[in-house]
């Protein structure tokens, strides 16, 4: 089974074709720093069969390339990056500010 990840950034999402049908999407918003992934889903028909850890690896890959990070809302992009710390720990964004509610 092929699966093909492309970034229709228009529509806001990544989506994963096998054989060229829509079998899965992964939504984001994306800011000038960082990609907040906020819902993943797979088409019916097409569950159970890995291709949402497909379009979630080539997803990040393609974040990594762009030099961003990612602020995983979905939970399973989070589970995903979560199970491959060693490999995408490092996309993850981590705030700059120290202020917190305490200290303000």
């Keep these: 089974m092929q699966v093909t990840v ?3 950034a228009e529509q806001h999402r ?4 096998v054989d060229g049908e829509l079998a899965a999407i992964a939504e984001y918003i994306r800011t000038a720093e960082l990609v907040v992934f ?3 889903e797979v088409l019916a028909g097409h ?3 890995g291709i949402s850890s497909d379009l979630v690896r080539q ?3 393609d974040v990594r390339g ?4 990612v602020l995983p809302l979905c939970p399973f992009v989070a589970s995903y ?3 491959h710390a060693d490999t ?3 996309l993850e964004y981590r705030s700059r500010t120290t202020l917190t509610d305490a200290t303000a």
Excluded: I, N
């Excluded at 762009?66 to 990070?69: D, P, V």
């Design 14 to 17: 990544y989506e994963a074709r």
């Design 38 to 40: 906020t819902h993943t």
């Design 81 to 83: 990056m979560g199970r």
């Design 88 to 90: 995408y720990g490092d």
């Design 6 to 8: 492309t970034d229709a």
């Design 66 to 69: 762009q030099g961003m990070k």
């Design 47 to 49: 569950e159970g069969r």
């Design 59 to 61: 997803a990040l890959d």
